[in-house]
């Protein structure tokens, strides 16, 4: 087992790469209309409705977005995977319960932030890693917040 760690691959969605009027949307895949049910089969009604934009679907904040690796298995009970791929808003505030990337002491770490009786806490997903409990010396730096997680299925 290993603890998760990160690699930054790419930052997302510039606007300024698509040109006004242009058509980026001619190669994109085709949006289901209505939700695809995952129990009993139903016949197909109407799903496509046109290209969808998984940029307008899981970015807020294109400039302030990235895609990172994440490798190890500590945030396994968050569905976060050794080699998944998530999606960090560095322009969100984060709070108590989000799954951040944080940098403790120069290192980067995938957790789940916890306030509590005023001290931080970086909790893993998996019951075989202890908490980060940041002692009064510790630096601590959130770098984003986790909006989406991208795994193989």
Known sequence: MSDAGVEILAPLGHPEE???GSTPNAQLPERAEEAV???FPSPAQGYYSGPVDLNRHLI?????TFIVRVSGDSM???GIFDGDEIIVDRSLEPHDGNVVIAVVDGELTVKRL???HGRVRLAPENP???DIVLEELSELTV???VTRCLHRV
């Not at 807020?60 to 302030?64: G, S, V």
């Open 18 to 20: 698509v040109e006004p």
């Open 37 to 39: 049910p995952a129990g």
């Open 60 to 64: 807020n904040d294109p400039a302030a």
């Open 76 to 78: 396994i009970g968050a």
């Open 114 to 116: 916890r306030f509590e």
């Open 128 to 130: 075989a890693y202890a």
């Open 143 to 145: 770098w984003g917040v």
